[in-house]
């Protein structure tokens, strides 16, 4: 049996001093050390229009969508707070439209960080714009250490796929300064941070193969075990819809 393709969304990197003058599409190798030690295929999709998303995803087995810029707070229809990042509009309405395509034809999604909050969005959900902005969020979520040790504790539903893998705790990484403020209805929560903010979720429907985590496993991989764990997991649910 041929390996299955994974896309995974790229991003366009505009360092300019570092590209020579010229924008270049990317992913960060993480991700793609990730699959193919999965046994699956790793291909970047480069952003692209909206409306190619359909063919994109009807040419590979699974999407994984990686972490980046923030998320547009117009999509949630809310202005932008003082502390937004760059933003990335045309990466927002093809991901989406990967997103609604990959639901559609029932494709398994592994969402990362910006991918979990970007998946949350698209189906009505919202986000914290800043967590510096909510004194009650008390947690450190921009770790100091290096990214690929863990630096705070979350809590895993037993029951969820995050849970068959990591238990009902475990230390993770964090880099990120927006979060899931409002789940969407398609998603159930599965892991929290200690200051409750989620940190896993998954789809209500049992038909959609969906796990997203805000933290990043492909930077802690190599050091961990279950984080490469998550990856195999992804390729195993790919292989399961083959089947």
Same mark, same amino acid.
Request: aromatic share 8%; proline share 6%.
């Given at each position: 049996?041929? *390996?299955?393709? $994974?896309?995974?969304?790229?991003?366009? #990197?505009?360092? @300019?001093? =570092? +590209?020579? /003058?010229?924008?270049?599409?990317?992913?960060?190798?993480?991700?793609?050390?990730?699959?193919?030690?999965?046994?699956?295929?790793?291909?970047?999709?480069?952003?692209?229009?909206?409306?190619?998303?359909?063919?994109?995803?009807?040419?590979?087995?699974?999407?994984?969508?990686?972490?980046?810029?923030?998320?547009?707070?117009?999509?949630?229809?809310?202005?932008?707070?003082?502390?937004?990042?760059?933003?990335?509009?045309?990466?927002?309405?093809?991901?989406?439209?990967?997103?609604?395509?990959?639901?559609?034809? *029932?494709?398994? $999604?592994?969402?990362?960080?910006?991918? #979990?909050?970007? @998946?949350? =969005? +698209?189906? /009505?959900?919202?986000?914290?714009?800043?967590?510096?902005?909510?004194?009650?969020?008390?947690?450190?979520?921009?770790?100091?250490?290096?990214?690929?040790?863990?630096?705070?504790?979350?809590?895993?539903?037993?029951?969820?796929?995050?849970?068959?893998?990591?238990?009902?705790?475990?230390?993770?990484?964090?880099?990120?300064?927006?979060?899931?403020?409002?789940?969407?209805?398609?998603?159930?929560?599965?892991?929290?941070?200690?200051?409750?903010?989620?940190?896993?979720?998954?789809?209500?429907?049992?038909?959609?193969?969906?796990?997203?985590?805000?933290?990043?496993?492909? #930077?802690?991989?190599?050091?961990?075990?279950?984080?490469?764990?998550?990856?195999?997991?992804?390729?195993?649910?790919?292989?399961?819809?083959?089947?």
């Amino acid at each position: 049996m041929m *390996k299955p393709l $994974i896309g995974i969304a790229g991003n366009v #990197l505009s360092d @300019l001093a =570092v +590209t020579n /003058g010229l924008p270049v599409t990317y992913t960060p190798q993480g991700f793609v050390d990730g699959i193919d030690r999965a046994e699956g295929t790793p291909v970047v999709l480069p952003i692209s229009s909206p409306a190619d998303a359909s063919d994109y995803i009807s040419r590979i087995d699974g999407l994984l969508l990686a972490g980046g810029q923030d998320v547009s707070p117009l999509l949630y229809n809310e202005e932008p707070s003082l502390q937004l990042e760059a933003t990335n509009p045309a990466r927002d309405a093809f991901e989406m439209a990967l997103i609604e395509a990959a639901i559609a034809q *029932k494709k398994p $999604i592994l969402a990362v960080c910006r991918g #979990l909050q970007l @998946l949350n =969005v +698209t189906y /009505g959900g919202t986000l914290y714009q800043d967590l510096s902005d909510y004194p009650e969020l008390a947690v450190q979520h921009i770790q100091k250490t290096h990214f690929e040790t863990g630096a705070h504790t979350i809590l895993i539903d037993p029951d969820s796929s995050l849970g068959k893998i990591f238990g009902e705790t475990y230390i993770v990484n964090t880099y990120h300064h927006q979060a899931v403020k409002k789940l969407a209805k398609p998603f159930k929560a599965v892991a929290w941070s200690k200051d409750k903010l989620i940190e896993g979720f998954e789809a209500v429907d049992p038909k959609q193969s969906i796990v997203a985590v805000q933290w990043h496993p492909e #930077l802690m991989m190599k050091q961990d075990r279950k984080m490469q764990q998550l990856f195999d997991e992804f390729v195993s649910r790919v292989k399961a819809v083959q089947a």
